[in-house]
């Protein structure tokens, strides 16, 4: 208690109550722009671009999810797909390490950021020096 008292003298502030998680994003349209990423190599140890690619893509193939690193918001938005009529390729698939445009309906829950693709159009094609 005498430890609390000379840190609120010394101008330090009071320990707040826990805040309650921000409540979650409500779905909506939009245009995501960036490169694609599988989500477990980029967020444990930051791996994407050309170089990873075929480690990327031998992980996408047997089941690692994928995202996009949206160029504007920094933030990666990982691919949520409806299975409930069975399996499907995941769109982002042909495009790993690739600069895409993404439009579909994004949502945030838990403080991850989600986008259900409903359309990709490459900005960089295979083969091109721009990444």
Not at 21 to 29: A, D, H, I
Not at 85 to 100: F, R, T
Not at 112 to 125: G, K, M
Request: charged share 20%; proline share 8%.
């Amino acid at each position: 208690m005498l430890v609390l008292a000379a840190l609120l003298a010394l101008g330090a502030k009071r320990p707040e109550a826990a805040q309650p998680s921000p409540s979650p994003s409500g779905p909506r349209e939009r245009v995501l722009r960036g490169e694609v990423v599988e989500n477990g190599c980029f967020v444990i140890g930051g791996r994407r671009g050309a170089a990873h690619r075929h480690c990327a893509l031998t992980c996408a193939l047997a089941g690692e999810s994928l995202g996009i690193l949206d160029d504007e918001s920094k933030l990666l938005f990982v691919v949520v797909q409806d299975l409930t009529s069975g399996p499907q390729q995941n769109p982002l698939l042909p495009w790993i390490s690739y600069k895409v445009e993404v439009r579909g309906v994004t949502l945030e829950r838990g403080g991850v950021n989600a986008v259900f693709v409903r359309q990709v159009r490459p900005l960089n094609q295979p083969g091109s020096k721009k990444r």
